[in-house]
Protein backbone atom coordinates (compact mmCIF):
# COMPACT_ATOMS: atom_id res chain seq x y z
CA UNK A 1 0.00 0.00 0.00
CA UNK A 2 1.67 3.39 -0.59
CA UNK A 3 1.66 6.41 0.93
CA UNK A 4 -0.91 8.54 -0.64
CA UNK A 5 -3.30 5.54 0.51
CA UNK A 6 -2.27 5.75 3.92
CA UNK A 7 -2.54 9.24 4.25
CA UNK A 8 -5.87 8.97 2.95
CA UNK A 9 -6.69 6.83 5.94
CA UNK A 10 -4.86 9.11 8.26
CA UNK A 11 -7.35 11.87 7.11
CA UNK A 12 -10.42 9.95 7.05
CA UNK A 13 -9.62 8.78 10.54
CA UNK A 14 -8.70 11.57 11.81
CA UNK A 15 -12.28 12.63 10.66
CA UNK A 16 -14.26 10.26 12.13
CA UNK A 17 -12.10 11.16 15.46
CA UNK A 18 -13.13 14.52 15.54
CA UNK A 19 -16.58 14.09 13.97
CA UNK A 20 -17.69 10.97 14.81
CA UNK A 21 -20.06 11.77 17.57
CA UNK A 22 -22.12 14.05 15.49
CA UNK A 23 -22.09 11.18 13.13
CA UNK A 24 -23.05 8.48 15.07
CA UNK A 25 -25.51 11.23 17.23
CA UNK A 26 -27.54 11.02 13.74
CA UNK A 27 -27.00 7.67 12.70
CA UNK A 28 -28.44 6.21 16.08
CA UNK A 29 -31.49 7.30 15.03
CA UNK A 30 -31.56 5.63 12.03
CA UNK A 31 -33.08 1.59 11.72
CA UNK A 32 -30.33 1.22 9.30
CA UNK A 33 -27.89 3.17 11.22
CA UNK A 34 -25.47 -0.08 12.06
CA UNK A 35 -25.61 -1.03 8.36
CA UNK A 36 -24.95 2.35 6.91
CA UNK A 37 -21.93 3.12 9.45
CA UNK A 38 -20.54 -0.91 9.16
CA UNK A 39 -20.87 -0.01 5.30
CA UNK A 40 -18.43 3.37 5.36
CA UNK A 41 -15.99 1.60 7.51
CA UNK A 42 -15.62 -1.02 5.20
CA UNK A 43 -15.62 1.09 1.72
CA UNK A 44 -12.61 2.82 3.75
CA UNK A 45 -10.73 -0.51 4.10
CA UNK A 46 -11.36 -1.43 0.36
CA UNK A 47 -10.80 1.59 -0.92
CA UNK A 48 -7.26 1.94 0.57
CA UNK A 49 -6.24 -1.95 -0.80
CA UNK A 50 -8.14 -1.96 -3.96
CA UNK A 51 -9.64 1.47 -5.13
CA UNK A 52 -12.75 3.00 -4.50
CA UNK A 53 -15.20 1.69 -7.43
CA UNK A 54 -13.72 -2.02 -6.65
CA UNK A 55 -14.56 -1.21 -2.95
CA UNK A 56 -17.97 -0.31 -4.27
CA UNK A 57 -18.76 -3.40 -6.20
CA UNK A 58 -17.50 -5.73 -3.34
CA UNK A 59 -19.90 -4.08 -0.90
CA UNK A 60 -22.87 -3.88 -3.64
CA UNK A 61 -22.43 -8.07 -4.07
CA UNK A 62 -22.70 -8.80 -0.14
CA UNK A 63 -25.23 -6.04 0.21
CA UNK A 64 -27.49 -7.72 -2.41
CA UNK A 65 -26.46 -11.35 -0.90
CA UNK A 66 -27.55 -10.44 2.71
CA UNK A 67 -30.58 -8.82 1.44
CA UNK A 68 -31.54 -12.02 -0.26
CA UNK A 69 -31.60 -13.53 3.42
CA UNK A 70 -33.28 -11.30 4.76
CA UNK A 71 -36.20 -11.41 2.58
CA UNK A 72 -36.41 -15.24 2.79
CA UNK A 73 -36.30 -14.79 6.95
CA UNK A 74 -39.11 -11.98 6.33
CA UNK A 75 -41.15 -14.49 4.84
CA UNK A 76 -40.12 -17.27 7.15
CA UNK A 77 -41.44 -14.48 9.42
CA UNK A 78 -38.28 -14.30 11.71
CA UNK A 79 -37.41 -11.14 13.34
CA UNK A 80 -34.35 -10.09 11.80
CA UNK A 81 -31.42 -7.42 12.88
CA UNK A 82 -29.93 -4.94 10.30
CA UNK A 83 -26.93 -6.12 7.90
CA UNK A 84 -23.32 -5.08 9.42
CA UNK A 85 -20.51 -5.22 6.98
CA UNK A 86 -16.98 -6.53 8.49
CA UNK A 87 -14.25 -5.57 6.87
CA UNK A 88 -12.92 -8.99 5.06
CA UNK A 89 -14.83 -11.09 6.35
CA UNK A 90 -18.06 -10.27 4.78
CA UNK A 91 -20.71 -9.09 6.38
CA UNK A 92 -24.03 -10.25 8.21
CA UNK A 93 -27.56 -10.18 9.94
CA UNK A 94 -28.74 -11.46 12.91
CA UNK A 95 -31.68 -13.84 13.36
CA UNK A 96 -33.71 -13.51 16.59
CA UNK A 97 -35.87 -16.91 16.37
CA UNK A 98 -34.42 -20.23 16.16
CA UNK A 99 -34.93 -22.39 13.20
CA UNK A 100 -37.50 -25.51 13.54
CA UNK A 101 -36.55 -27.46 10.47
CA UNK A 102 -34.37 -28.05 8.23
CA UNK A 103 -36.51 -26.99 5.40
CA UNK A 104 -36.86 -23.08 7.13
CA UNK A 105 -32.73 -23.25 7.47
CA UNK A 106 -32.13 -24.07 3.67
CA UNK A 107 -35.16 -21.61 2.90
CA UNK A 108 -33.04 -18.70 4.57
CA UNK A 109 -29.67 -19.79 3.40
CA UNK A 110 -30.72 -20.15 -0.28
CA UNK A 111 -31.83 -16.40 -0.24
CA UNK A 112 -28.24 -14.79 -0.28
CA UNK A 113 -26.76 -16.82 -3.02
CA UNK A 114 -30.28 -16.21 -5.03
CA UNK A 115 -30.36 -13.14 -4.84
CA UNK A 116 -26.19 -13.19 -5.35
CA UNK A 117 -26.86 -14.46 -8.80
CA UNK A 118 -29.90 -11.95 -9.31
CA UNK A 119 -27.14 -9.21 -8.39
CA UNK A 120 -25.22 -10.26 -11.95
CA UNK A 121 -27.91 -9.07 -14.46
CA UNK A 122 -27.22 -5.62 -14.13
CA UNK A 123 -23.18 -6.27 -14.26
CA UNK A 124 -23.99 -7.65 -16.73
CA UNK A 125 -26.28 -5.19 -18.91
CA UNK A 126 -23.57 -2.63 -17.86
CA UNK A 127 -21.11 -4.64 -19.06
CA UNK A 128 -22.91 -5.06 -22.32
CA UNK A 129 -23.82 -1.08 -22.69
CA UNK A 130 -20.61 0.75 -21.69
CA UNK A 131 -18.13 -2.30 -22.65
CA UNK A 132 -15.86 -1.35 -19.50
CA UNK A 133 -14.30 -4.16 -17.98
CA UNK A 134 -14.91 -3.00 -14.64
CA UNK A 135 -18.60 -4.25 -14.78
CA UNK A 136 -17.09 -7.74 -15.87
CA UNK A 137 -14.62 -7.85 -12.93
CA UNK A 138 -17.12 -7.31 -10.58
CA UNK A 139 -19.27 -10.00 -12.63
CA UNK A 140 -16.47 -12.64 -12.09
CA UNK A 141 -16.18 -11.51 -8.58
CA UNK A 142 -19.79 -11.89 -7.74
CA UNK A 143 -20.28 -15.33 -9.30
CA UNK A 144 -17.17 -16.55 -7.37
CA UNK A 145 -18.23 -15.25 -3.84
CA UNK A 146 -22.29 -16.72 -4.20
CA UNK A 147 -20.13 -20.00 -5.79
CA UNK A 148 -17.79 -20.19 -2.81
CA UNK A 149 -20.75 -19.59 -0.70
CA UNK A 150 -22.54 -22.76 -2.03
CA UNK A 151 -19.99 -24.89 -0.71
CA UNK A 152 -21.50 -27.99 1.29
CA UNK A 153 -20.10 -26.90 4.50
CA UNK A 154 -21.66 -25.03 7.66
CA UNK A 155 -21.87 -22.54 8.24
CA UNK A 156 -21.41 -21.26 5.13
CA UNK A 157 -25.04 -21.64 3.15
CA UNK A 158 -24.47 -24.43 1.27
CA UNK A 159 -23.95 -26.53 4.50
CA UNK A 160 -27.07 -24.75 6.11
CA UNK A 161 -28.95 -25.67 2.88
CA UNK A 162 -28.04 -29.13 2.90
CA UNK A 163 -28.49 -29.54 6.63
CA UNK A 164 -31.28 -32.04 6.24
CA UNK A 165 -29.30 -34.38 4.00
CA UNK A 166 -26.97 -37.20 5.34
CA UNK A 167 -23.68 -35.96 6.86
CA UNK A 168 -21.80 -37.54 4.19
CA UNK A 169 -22.88 -34.50 2.52
CA UNK A 170 -20.93 -32.19 5.10
CA UNK A 171 -17.93 -34.47 5.39
CA UNK A 172 -16.80 -34.10 1.28
CA UNK A 173 -17.88 -30.54 1.36
CA UNK A 174 -15.37 -30.39 4.65
CA UNK A 175 -12.81 -32.48 2.44
CA UNK A 176 -12.82 -30.40 -0.25
CA UNK A 177 -12.29 -26.81 1.50
CA UNK A 178 -9.46 -28.57 3.23
CA UNK A 179 -7.60 -29.54 0.20
CA UNK A 180 -8.02 -26.56 -1.42
CA UNK A 181 -7.32 -24.53 1.83
CA UNK A 182 -4.08 -26.22 2.15
CA UNK A 183 -2.87 -26.52 -1.05
CA UNK A 184 -3.44 -22.56 -1.52
CA UNK A 185 -2.54 -22.02 2.03
CA UNK A 186 -5.32 -19.40 2.54
CA UNK A 187 -6.19 -18.89 6.75
CA UNK A 188 -9.35 -17.85 5.86
CA UNK A 189 -10.87 -21.00 4.14
CA UNK A 190 -8.88 -23.03 7.13
CA UNK A 191 -10.84 -21.02 9.32
CA UNK A 192 -13.80 -22.04 7.92
CA UNK A 193 -12.77 -25.42 7.33
CA UNK A 194 -12.05 -25.36 11.21
CA UNK A 195 -15.90 -24.20 11.67
CA UNK A 196 -17.02 -26.91 9.70
CA UNK A 197 -14.96 -29.42 11.29
CA UNK A 198 -16.51 -28.74 14.53
CA UNK A 199 -20.30 -28.69 13.07
CA UNK A 200 -19.43 -32.03 11.65
CA UNK A 201 -18.13 -33.82 14.83
CA UNK A 202 -21.00 -32.01 17.19
CA UNK A 203 -23.28 -33.19 14.56
CA UNK A 204 -21.56 -36.88 14.24
CA UNK A 205 -21.47 -37.13 18.30
CA UNK A 206 -24.83 -36.26 18.61
CA UNK A 207 -25.54 -38.82 16.17
CA UNK A 208 -23.56 -41.51 17.90
CA UNK A 209 -24.79 -40.62 21.45
CA UNK A 210 -28.56 -41.22 20.26
CA UNK A 211 -27.92 -44.65 18.92
CA UNK A 212 -26.23 -45.89 21.53
CA UNK A 213 -28.71 -44.48 23.89
CA UNK A 214 -31.76 -45.23 22.75
CA UNK A 215 -32.93 -47.83 24.98
CA UNK A 216 -31.59 -46.03 27.74
CA UNK A 217 -33.46 -42.98 27.10
CA UNK A 218 -36.79 -44.94 26.88
CA UNK A 219 -36.21 -46.51 30.08
CA UNK A 220 -35.32 -42.42 31.89
CA UNK A 221 -39.11 -41.36 30.01
CA UNK A 222 -41.20 -44.19 31.63
CA UNK A 223 -39.18 -44.31 35.01
CA UNK A 224 -40.07 -40.47 35.13
CA UNK A 225 -43.07 -40.73 34.17
CA UNK A 226 -44.15 -43.54 36.65
CA UNK A 227 -42.01 -41.32 39.60
CA UNK A 228 -44.18 -38.60 38.77
CA UNK A 229 -47.36 -41.06 39.05
CA UNK A 230 -45.82 -41.89 42.67
CA UNK A 231 -45.25 -38.04 43.59
CA UNK A 232 -48.60 -37.62 42.75
CA UNK A 233 -49.65 -40.38 45.03
CA UNK A 234 -48.04 -39.43 47.87
CA UNK A 235 -48.93 -35.70 47.67
CA UNK A 236 -52.74 -36.63 47.46
CA UNK A 237 -52.52 -38.95 50.46
CA UNK A 238 -53.64 -37.32 54.09
CA UNK A 239 -51.26 -36.67 56.51
CA UNK A 240 -51.13 -39.03 59.46
CA UNK A 241 -52.13 -38.05 62.69
CA UNK A 242 -50.26 -39.80 65.51
CA UNK A 243 -51.45 -42.16 67.81
CA UNK A 244 -53.00 -41.35 71.17
CA UNK A 245 -50.73 -41.49 74.14
CA UNK A 246 -51.68 -43.74 77.02
CA UNK A 247 -50.84 -42.36 80.23
CA UNK A 248 -49.41 -44.15 82.90
CA UNK A 249 -49.23 -44.12 86.43
CA UNK A 250 -45.65 -43.13 86.41
CA UNK A 251 -46.55 -40.77 84.15
CA UNK A 252 -44.21 -41.93 81.06
CA UNK A 253 -46.13 -41.54 77.84
CA UNK A 254 -46.00 -44.51 75.32
CA UNK A 255 -46.46 -44.19 71.75
CA UNK A 256 -48.09 -46.85 69.58
CA UNK A 257 -46.17 -48.26 67.01
CA UNK A 258 -46.11 -47.66 63.53
CA UNK A 259 -45.29 -49.38 60.62
CA UNK A 260 -42.79 -48.05 58.07
CA UNK A 261 -43.81 -49.31 55.17
CA UNK A 262 -44.88 -46.90 52.28
CA UNK A 263 -47.14 -49.38 49.91
CA UNK A 264 -46.15 -46.35 47.41
CA UNK A 265 -42.20 -46.34 47.66
CA UNK A 266 -42.83 -50.35 47.51
CA UNK A 267 -45.41 -50.30 44.27
CA UNK A 268 -42.65 -47.83 41.97
CA UNK A 269 -39.47 -50.01 43.13
CA UNK A 270 -41.28 -52.78 41.92
CA UNK A 271 -42.50 -50.65 38.18
CA UNK A 272 -38.92 -49.88 38.21
CA UNK A 273 -37.79 -53.42 38.74
CA UNK A 274 -40.24 -54.31 35.80
CA UNK A 275 -39.08 -51.75 33.48
CA UNK A 276 -35.20 -52.86 34.67
CA UNK A 277 -36.78 -56.49 33.32
CA UNK A 278 -38.11 -55.21 30.20
CA UNK A 279 -34.97 -53.19 28.86
CA UNK A 280 -32.57 -54.59 26.55
CA UNK A 281 -29.10 -55.41 28.34
CA UNK A 282 -27.71 -51.68 27.58
CA UNK A 283 -30.32 -50.15 29.68
CA UNK A 284 -30.02 -52.26 32.29
CA UNK A 285 -26.71 -50.90 33.98
CA UNK A 286 -29.06 -47.32 34.11
CA UNK A 287 -31.69 -49.36 35.45
CA UNK A 288 -29.69 -50.39 38.50
CA UNK A 289 -28.31 -46.79 39.10
CA UNK A 290 -31.61 -45.76 39.43
CA UNK A 291 -32.76 -48.48 41.79
CA UNK A 292 -30.28 -47.92 43.80
CA UNK A 293 -30.36 -43.99 44.12
CA UNK A 294 -34.51 -44.67 44.77
CA UNK A 295 -33.42 -46.44 48.12
CA UNK A 296 -29.85 -43.92 48.79
CA UNK A 297 -32.65 -41.29 48.54
CA UNK A 298 -35.35 -42.64 51.19
CA UNK A 299 -38.05 -41.99 48.81
CA UNK A 300 -37.56 -38.57 48.05
CA UNK A 301 -39.44 -37.95 44.62
CA UNK A 302 -37.98 -34.46 43.72
CA UNK A 303 -34.60 -35.35 44.41
CA UNK A 304 -35.17 -39.00 42.20
CA UNK A 305 -37.01 -36.62 39.11
CA UNK A 306 -33.66 -34.40 39.42
CA UNK A 307 -31.24 -37.07 38.93
CA UNK A 308 -33.38 -38.49 36.43
CA UNK A 309 -33.53 -34.79 34.59
CA UNK A 310 -29.85 -34.86 34.34
CA UNK A 311 -29.57 -38.48 32.92
CA UNK A 312 -32.39 -37.53 30.45
CA UNK A 313 -31.14 -33.63 29.36
CA UNK A 314 -27.89 -34.43 27.15
CA UNK A 315 -29.48 -37.45 25.44
CA UNK A 316 -32.44 -35.26 24.82
CA UNK A 317 -29.83 -32.86 23.09
CA UNK A 318 -28.75 -36.06 20.92
CA UNK A 319 -32.25 -36.89 20.08
CA UNK A 320 -33.36 -33.08 19.17
CA UNK A 321 -30.03 -33.01 16.91
CA UNK A 322 -30.93 -36.16 14.89
CA UNK A 323 -34.46 -35.49 14.71
CA UNK A 324 -33.14 -31.77 13.59
CA UNK A 325 -31.36 -33.47 10.83
CA UNK A 326 -33.96 -36.11 9.27
CA UNK A 327 -35.97 -34.29 6.45
CA UNK A 328 -38.46 -35.86 4.42
CA UNK A 329 -36.81 -37.64 1.30
CA UNK A 330 -38.76 -35.89 -0.63
CA UNK A 331 -37.94 -32.17 0.58
CA UNK A 332 -34.51 -33.45 0.54
CA UNK A 333 -34.61 -34.52 -3.33
CA UNK A 334 -36.39 -30.82 -3.76
CA UNK A 335 -33.35 -29.28 -2.09
CA UNK A 336 -30.72 -31.24 -3.63
CA UNK A 337 -31.93 -30.00 -6.93
CA UNK A 338 -32.43 -26.76 -6.59
CA UNK A 339 -28.83 -26.45 -4.69
CA UNK A 340 -27.69 -28.32 -7.64
CA UNK A 341 -29.27 -25.95 -10.56
CA UNK A 342 -28.50 -22.92 -8.40
CA UNK A 343 -25.10 -23.76 -8.10
CA UNK A 344 -24.84 -24.81 -11.81
CA UNK A 345 -25.62 -21.68 -13.31
CA UNK A 346 -23.43 -20.10 -10.78
CA UNK A 347 -20.37 -22.12 -12.57
CA UNK A 348 -21.42 -21.15 -15.81
CA UNK A 349 -21.46 -17.49 -14.94
CA UNK A 350 -18.10 -17.39 -13.46
CA UNK A 351 -16.46 -19.61 -16.73
CA UNK A 352 -18.28 -17.34 -18.81
CA UNK A 353 -16.84 -14.32 -17.25
CA UNK A 354 -13.77 -15.88 -16.84
CA UNK A 355 -12.53 -15.91 -20.43
CA UNK A 356 -13.97 -12.62 -21.18
CA UNK A 357 -11.44 -11.19 -18.23
CA UNK A 358 -8.88 -8.52 -18.56
CA UNK A 359 -5.38 -9.72 -18.89
CA UNK A 360 -3.35 -7.85 -16.07
CA UNK A 361 -1.17 -5.17 -17.20
Do not use: C
Not at 284 to 302: G, I
Not at 329 to 345: D, E, F, M, P, S
Amino acid sequence: MDKKRWGGLAVAGAFLLSKGKVVLALLKFSKFGGTLISFGISLLFYAQIFGVWFGVGLLYLLFIHEMGHLAAAKRLGFKTGPAIFVPFMGAVIGIKDTFRTPKQEAILAYGGPLAGLLSLIPLLIGYAVTGNDFWLVIFHLGALLNLFNLLPVSPLDGGRILAGLPIVVWIAGLAALIAYGLTHFSIILLLIAFLGGSAVWKRYRFAKQYEDNQSVLMLYRAARNRVLQAKAEQEQQPIAEPAESDQLDSGVTTVSATSSYDPIAWTLRHDLQSLRSASPEEAKPAADELLRYQYDSANDYDALLRRLDQRIEPLLEAEKSVEYHQMPKKQQAITLVAYLALGAILFLAFEYSKGYLPLPS
